[in-house]
C-alpha cells in the first residue's frame, strides 16, 4: 500500500480510538444525572463532523500532492535562456524578412515596368546605358529578396540548369575587388564541368560565405584557393554523409591556409548563431546559411581542417545527367498583342497601378484600377460583363486579397484571377487558390512576365 493511504487509514485509526474513549467517559456521565445522554448525542455528532472533515481535508492534501509529483515527472525540462533566445532570433528574423520582402518588391515591381516601357522610346547610348543599369541593379535587388525569403524559410529560389564554373567566375571577380593584397587568389575548374540545377543567387552566396571565413583564417595574409571538378560518390562515401546519395556531383572546394578550426569549434561550426568572432564582426550565421542552401540543393557539405595547413570546405552539388541536360534555351519570344481585353487591376501601391495599366495598355489591352478590394468588387458589380481577367494584390488595407477574393467569388464571378504577392511563401500561395484563385504572379514582375500572364489567364 502505498504511503499516502497507509497515512490516511492511520489517521482514521487514532480518530476510532479516540471515540471510544470519549464513549467510555460519556457513559460514567450518564450515571451521574438525566442530562448526560444529551450531552453524549451532541458530542457524538461533533465528533463525527470533525472526522469527517478531517479525513477529507487529508485525502484531498494527499490527492493534490500526487498531481504536484506526477506534473513534475511528465512535464519537458525547461529551455536554457541560449535556447529561448535563439527561437526568439529565428522567429525575428523570419518577421523582418517578410517585411522588407513585402515593402521592396512593392518598389522593385514599377521599377522594371517603368524601364521596359521607357526602353521603347529612342533615345540618347548615354540614356540606354542608365537604363539599362537601372533595370540590373532592380533585378539585383529582386534576387537579394528572394535570398533573404529563402533564409528565413519563405521561399525556395528557382533552380535552373546551370555551369558552376560561370557562378565562380563572378565571385572571382568580387573576390579580386575586396580581398586584402596579403591574400593570393587563385581558381581552378575543370573545362567539362557537368550541369547542375540550382539558383545561382544562393550558390554565389555560398561561395562567397565561405571565401569570408577564409580570409578571416588568415589575418596576416595566405593562399585561397577555389576548385571545381566533377566527382563520383560511392556507396561508401555516401555513408559517412547523412544527406549524400550515391552518384555523380560537381565538387567545389574553398581552400585556405589560415589557423585551423579548434575540435571544440569545429562541431558547433553549423549551429545557428554560433560565431568565434568578436562582438559586431560576424553573426554566426553564415555557414548555417551555406547549410541550408547546400541541403536545399540536395547536396552536403565536407570539412577538413588542419591547424598547421588550414581548413578544406568542399561542397557536392548532384550533376545533372546527360539525359537531363536540356538544350540552349532560347531566347523568350515578345508576348502578343491584346484585343483590347478588359483587365481589372487591384493593388494598393499607386506605382504598380499605374505601370501595370500602361504595360498592359501598349501590348494593346485595357485596363480598369482599383486601389483596394471594396473598390475592385464595387467596379466589377458595375462592369461585369466587360472583365476578362482580374489581377488581384493579396495584401492591401480596408480588404485584402483573400476576402476579395470571397467577395468576387460569391457574386458569380467566373473570369480568371491572377493573385499577386511580394510574399510568395508557400502558404499564402495555397490559400489564394484554395480561396478561388486561378493563377499566381509573384513580384516583383517585368512586363513580358504580366503580359504573359494575362494572355495565360485568358487562355484559362
Not at 200 to 210: C, G, P, R
Request: aromatic residues 6%.
Amino acid at each position: 500500500m502505498h504511503a499516502p493511504a497507509l497515512r490516511i487509514v492511520g489517521t482514521f485509526l487514532l480518530l476510532v480510538a479516540a471515540w471510544k474513549s470519549c464513549e467510555y467517559f460519556v457513559s460514567r456521565a450518564d450515571q451521574h444525572g438525566p442530562g448526560a445522554a444529551a450531552v453524549r448525542d451532541w458530542r457524538d455528532w461533533l465528533f463525527a463532523g470533525v472526522a469527517a472533515v478531517a479525513l477529507y481535508g487529508l485525502t484531498l492534501r494527499e490527492t493534490r500532492r500526487g498531481i504536484w509529483r506526477d506534473t513534475r515527472r511528465e512535464a519537458p525540462p525547461p529551455q536554457t535562456p541560449a535556447q529561448l533566445l535563439r527561437a526568439q532570433r529565428l522567429e525575428s528574423i523570419g518577421i523582418l524578412a517578410g517585411g522588407i520582402a513585402h515593402d521592396l518588391n512593392n518598389v522593385l515591381t514599377p521599377i522594371l515596368m517603368a524601364v521596359k516601357l521607357l526602353n521603347k522610346e529612342n533615345g540618347e547610348a548615354e540614356r540606354q546605358g542608365l537604363l539599362a543599369i537601372v533595370q540590373a541593379g532592380a533585378e539585383r535587388g529582386a534576387d537579394m529578396v528572394r535570398q533573404l525569403l529563402s533564409f528565413a524559410g519563405g521561399l525556395e529560389g528557382e533552380k535552373r540548369p546551370l555551369q558552376l564554373k560561370h557562378v565562380i567566375r563572378e565571385v572571382h571577380a568580387l573576390l579580386v575587388r575586396t580581398l586584402p593584397k596579403s591574400i593570393r587568389l587563385q581558381v581552378s575548374a575543370a573545362d567539362s564541368l557537368w550541369q547542375v540545377a540550382g539558383d545561382a543567387t544562393q550558390l554565389s552566396q555560398v561561395l562567397m560565405n565561405l571565401c569570408i571565413n577564409a580570409r578571416d583564417a588568415m589575418p596576416d595574409g595566405g593562399a585561397l584557393t577555389i576548385q571545381a571538378e566533377n566527382a563520383l560518390v560511392d556507396e561508401g562515401r555516401a555513408r559517412q554523409h547523412r544527406d549524400a546519395r550515391p552518384g555523380p556531383y560537381v565538387a567545389v572546394a574553398v581552400v585556405d591556409t589560415g589557423v585551423g578550426i579548434p575540435a571544440n569549434v569545429l562541431a558547433r561550426i553549423f549551429d545557428p548563431f554560433f560565431t568565434t568572432k568578436e562582438l559586431g564582426h560576424g553573426t554566426g550565421l553564415g555557414l548555417p546559411t551555406v547549410l541550408g542552401i547546400v541541403k536545399g540543393h540536395g547536396g552536403f557539405v565536407d570539412v577538413e581542417t588542419d591547424s598547421a595547413k588550414g581548413t578544406r570546405f568542399t561542397v557536392f552539388f548532384p550533376a545533372l545527367s546527360v539525359v537531363e541536360r536540356p538544350a540552349a534555351a532560347e531566347q523568350a519570344a515578345e508576348p502578343s498583342q491584346g484585343r483590347g481585353e478588359l483587365v481589372l487591376v487591384v493593388d494598393d501601391e499607386p506605382a504598380i497601378l499605374e505601370t501595370a495599366k500602361a504595360t498592359l495598355t501598349a501590348h494593346g489591352y485595357r485596363a480598369l484600377t482599383a486601389c483596394d478590394g471594396s473598390e475592385a468588387v464595387a467596379m466589377y458589380r458595375q462592369r461585369a460583363g466587360e472583365v476578362q481577367v482580374i489581377l488581384l494584390d493579396m495584401m492591401m488595407p480596408v480588404m485584402d486579397g483573400l476576402a476579395t477574393l470571397g467577395e468576387l467569388r460569391a457574386l458569380g464571378a467566373s473570369v480568371p484571377i491572377v493573385a499577386m504577392s511580394g510574399m510568395p511563401v508557400e502558404a499564402r500561395v495555397e490559400s489564394a487558390f484554395a480561396a478561388g484563385a486561378n493563377l499566381f504572379l509573384p513580384k516583383p514582375y517585368t512586363g513580358e512576365q504580366l503580359v504573359s500572364m494575362i494572355e495565360a489567364a485568358l487562355r484559362s
